[in-house]
């Protein structure tokens, strides 16, 4: 799916609708915590920014490279944008888009280690400060600035270095939930926000200074969390565990985990299996644990209800 995205794009049979859908993962490159984003999100993070100021990607005018951010910031807001668009700005804009998607195919599940990848791109200015440190040195995620939107607008004195950083199966026990499939797809960045989580034990917050990804060797309390949402199908479910809540005045129902209980499991066919370590609070989303499918044979195993 993530190969057949990029061919549209490149050929022209641009959807700006292929954006919206939730294929994008942030990881902290502080905390090491991820989230899962629309694929807008990531088209106009920092990271993707310096993306294309480091090919020197050439915009029709500095104004209309300021217009695309902005208008990432939202899919209503970019649907409306889109529509207005003269043919040449769709050429110039569909452009940029591409771009950025050939380099986020790289990134997500690798095929063969199983791990997760992620793009990072750092801006350094002439001094050769990055846009990943802060001013008194410390580098926390917090006190970093990342690059304004207006700075599209400004004459690029920057220099930039390119990563792809793979997040090992052994920190990160969450990244087999999302292998890819004909019917979904991971892209993934780096980015400066910290995303701190850290409820009973699980998860990370910011305390140390970050370092260059390709030479961490630091040691961090605790595993990184993964925040998502799901969309399961009511035949892999038991209603006893998870019942259906209308929402938008009746438009449309979503799954109510507000009443799962502590170590309560569900299948989710080849797709592994969930279980319940917290229950959901007023101040913290329900918190799970992740098992793969390992093997044809240990599948019941893995996936009973309890």
């Known amino acids: 799916m993530k190969g057949a995205l990029v061919e549209r794009w490149n050929h022209n049979l641009r959807n700006p609708m292929d954006l919206e859908a939730f294929s994008g993962v942030e990881v902290s490159l502080c905390t090491r915590n991820a989230r899962r984003r629309r694929l807008l999100h990531l088209l106009g993070s920092p990271t993707m920014h310096n993306y294309l100021r480091g090919i020197s990607f050439s915009w029709i005018s500095e104004s209309c490279g300021y217009a695309y951010l902005k208008a990432l910031r939202s899919p209503k807001h970019f649907r409306r944008f889109w529509k207005g668009l ?3 700005h769709l050429d ?3 452009d940029a888009i591409s771009k950025c998607l050939d380099a986020l195919e790289e990134t997500g599940m690798d095929d063969d280690s199983r791990e997760i990848r992620g793009l990072w791109v750092e801006s350094f200015d002439t001094e050769g400060d990055s846009d990943g440190e802060s001013d008194n040195g410390s580098g926390r995620g917090e006190k970093s600035t990342p690059p304004p939107y207006t700075a599209v607008t400004q004459a690029y004195t920057n220099f930039f270095e390119e990563w792809v950083v793979t997040l090992y199966r052994s920190e990160h026990t969450w990244a087999g939930f999302l292998e890819n499939s004909e019917a979904s797809l991971t892209m993934a960045i780096l980015g ?7 409820h009973g034990g699980y998860g990370r917050r910011c305390s140390q200074p970050q370092v260059k990804p390709a030479s961490s060797t ?3 309390k605790g595993y990184p969390v993964f925040q998502t949402s799901l969309q399961i199908n ?3 479910l038991n209603d006893s565990k998870l019942k259906l809540e209308p929402v938008s005045n009746g438009q449309t129902t979503v799954w109510d985990a507000k009443e799962l209980k502590k170590d309560t499991s569900f299948c989710l066919g080849d797709h592994g299996s969930l279980k319940v370590l917290t ?3 007023r101040t913290c989303p329900v918190i799970m644990e992740w098992n793969g499918v390992k093997s044809e044979t240990e599948r019941g195993e893995e996936c009973c209800y309890q």
């Open 218 to 220: 630091r040691v961090i």
């Open 279 to 281: 229950a959901a609070s």
């Open 92 to 94: 110039n804009f569909g």
């Open 192 to 198: 400066t926000n910290c995303l701190d989580f850290d």
């Open 234 to 236: 009511s035949s892999l």
């Open 86 to 88: 003269t043919s040449e």
